[in-house]
């Protein structure tokens, strides 16, 4: 068995070589090289179509991933793939980001003709500037590394590293040069938990029509009872003479009356609902009326509009199935 200790350090040691080439990193991001890249983008009309071969190949789709999902469309395609037919994905107004660590990748070097023929600018994001993908491309950003993390010095770790970062390090100045909010993040991740959470309204969620458990203020407490155990929100609200929220009563207020003695038959729901109760706009997030909720430490709520009429409903339970907590 190999000493514990001397595994810990043998990790520790790619940590700190890693760490080491991302400080290194930095002069790169510093050149002009990188802001006339971002400039280029900003400036593309089309796609960033994103080429690597190998590890670099497995980095170049997730920074393509990155860039589609922060306001920058691009797609990864497979330099070997390319060759036989995937080119024909390229056109006139594309910008093609080229990875590769040595920068003589034999599979990208094949294509440059063809991407040179088009017209189309090429960012070459190689470890080597004076490799020739360096000498094809309008923009060169370099991911040199003092060394690499594997002892070898063969395994990309270190320069993959570095490559990862700079593509991140572009997606985000891009995100914020085109002003990408929140909102926009969630547009392109509507499957997602962010996404619900962005995206959902109330009105998506709430309880509205022969759903939603409403009562006059003039019944008895066992007719409010009916139709809370009828809608099975836990609730029903409870409207004036002009049909206006006066208040709700709760499973928590039937409680409250019972321990109390009131006579459920005879005493009025007016007497013993809770009026000014917390209520919502069908237009806030759904994320903000579970906030709501939290704050107040209640499990529903009734959404008014702008007359003060109850137009809907809902309890944590509609905010769990919708997959917004």
Known sequence: MVDVNQLRQW????IDIERNALDNLYQYVDSIEFAKACQLI????????????????????????TFASTGTPAFFVHPGEASHGDLGVLSENDIVLAISNSGESDEILTLMPVIKRMGLPVIAVTGKPESNM???????????????ACPLGLAPTSSTTATLVMGDALAVALLQARGFTKDDFALSHPGGSLGRKLLLKVSDVMHTGNE?????????????????????????????????LAGIFTDGDLRRVIDAGVNLRTTPISEVMTAGCVTVSDGILAAEALKVMDEKEINGLVVINEQQQPIGALNMLDLVKAGVI
């Open 11 to 14: 990790g520790r040691n790619v």
């Open 42 to 65: 900003l400036s593309c009309t089309g796609k960033v179509i994103v080429m690597g071969m190998g590890k670099s190949g497995h980095i170049g789709n997730k920074i393509s991933a």
């Open 134 to 148: 360096a000498k094809h491309s309008v923009v060169h950003l370099c991911i040199e590394v003092p060394e690499e």
């Open 212 to 244: 939603l458990p409403m009562v006059t203020q003039d019944i008895c407490i066992t007719e409010a009872l009916y139709e809370i155990s009828k809608k099975g929100l836990g609730m029903t609200s409870v409207t004036d003479s002009q049909g206006k």
